[in-house]
């Protein structure tokens, strides 16, 4: 790492090639990359590669190139999502980073599936923090048949009250309970990769990086969006993390959560430190240049890794989780309001009851 006191003097020169990806890396500057993918290029493997592991005093100009290709997709909009865990803990599977997990000893809450009350009560937070969509989270493997046709049911109530843009994510889903969430109005499910194939028998033992993938495809031909992403600082490297940009990729997905790792004491994951601000920036910066025209959401772990840098993080992501996450407090939302409202950005309330949620946007007392 530079120091900090040279960490954003930057230029926008040609940058040498790193070694393993002299092969496939142009010579091209961060700014005529953007050219070239505001062009339709797409970002080669050797490029994503520079791009992560550039000095960091590149930041500024790498931000740069990533804010170009983002304005032209979305703008100075902010998009922003509301998450509930709809069950928690109890899960069955061993993956390392979460605190949910049959192998964690993390105290976090235990319940089954919440009642409709509940979840109704949660979406209606969410259309007064002004999120456009209200994401319904459950532990677990995959869903019960009948924890299917509950979040079904409640999806119909929510769809009616306030309109939101709904989101599941419930694990891996059977093709027959990936089109009855579709019958009932939810609009996306989120099944991240996590991380690439290569390392993921790194991070999980108890489900395979195939059986997310085949997750995806079942809900792609159920006419269901899809959102996926990674969480970055298990200990992957470079190359996973440009393996996972570029699958997101071809699979065309709707939209990309990057989380970075929250380390939770209790789960095997716990001694892994936080990441630099400085490469989370490059990260994201690097998702948007390979993934241009897609929704880049900055997800857990913001406050912690990106730390005094996460207004920074929203020049190349357009969107990103206001309030608190599964397992772990966030910044208030009212904190996050203000950092959006400092940045000149906007809040966009999408196409679903966009003139309620805008009112309270309006009325927002913040200076
Ligand atoms: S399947 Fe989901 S809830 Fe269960 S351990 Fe893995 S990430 Fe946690």
Redesign the pocket.
């Known amino acids: 790492m530079m120091s900090p006191e040279s960490a954003f003097l930057t230029t926008d020169a040609p940058v040498s090639k790193s070694s393993c990806a002299s092969m496939l890396s142009s010579s091209k500057s961060w700014s005529e990359m953007a050219d070239a993918v505001l062009g339709g290029e797409v970002l080669s493997r050797g490029d994503a590669i520079r791009i992560l592991e550039a000095d960091d005093n590149q930041v500024l100009s790498i931000l740069d190139a990533a804010w170009r290709v983002r304005q032209r997709y979305f703008g100075n909009s902010v998009q922003l999502y509301y998450l509930k865990n709809a069950k928690s803990g109890l ?5 390392n ?6 192998i ?1 000893d993390a105290p976090v809450e235990k319940y089954a599936m919440l009642n409709a009350e509940r979840l109704l009560d949660g979406a209606r937070k969410a259309a007064e923090s002004k999120a456009r969509t209200y994401c319904i989270v459950a ?3 995959g869903p019960t048949d009948r924890e299917v046709d509950h979040v079904a049911n409640v999806v119909r109530q929510i769809k009616d009250q306030f309109g939101l843009h709904i989101c599941c994510c419930l ?1 891996l889903l059977e093709p027959d309970q990936a089109m009855r969430l579709k019958a009932a109005g939810v609009d996306r499910v989120n099944h991240n990769l996590n991380t690439s194939e290569r390392f993921h028998s790194e991070v ?1 033992s108890t ?1 395979t990086f195939r059986d997310r993938l085949a997750t995806l495809d079942i809900c792609r031909d159920a006419g269901l969006e899809l959102c996926a992403g990674m969480i970055v600082g298990m200990g992957e490297s470079n190359d996973d993390i440009v393996d996972v940009a570029l699958k997101l990729a071809e699979l065309k997905v709707e939209s990309i959560p990057i989380n970075f790792l929250n380390s939770i004491d209790g789960t095997p994951m716990q001694t892994l430190d936080h990441l630099d601000p400085r490469y989370c920036l490059k990260v994201l910066s690097m998702f948007r240049l390979t993934n241009p025209s897609t929704e880049l959401r900055i997800a857990g772990g913001r406050e912690v890794n990106l730390r005094s840098m996460q207004s920074m993080g929203l020049y190349p992501a357009n969107s990103m989780f206001v309030s608190d996450y599964l397992t772990t407090p966030g910044q208030k939302a009212e904190e996050d309001f203000r950092m959006i409202r400092d940045l000149g950005f906007e809040v966009t309330a999408g196409d679903h009851d966009a003139a309620k949620l805008l009112e309270f946007w309006n009325q927002s007392t913040l200076t």
Request: glycine residues 12%; aromatic residues 6%.
């Open positions: 899960c069955p599977e061993d993956c980073y979460c605190s949910q997990s049959k964690s532990s677990g493997r694990g999980c489900h």
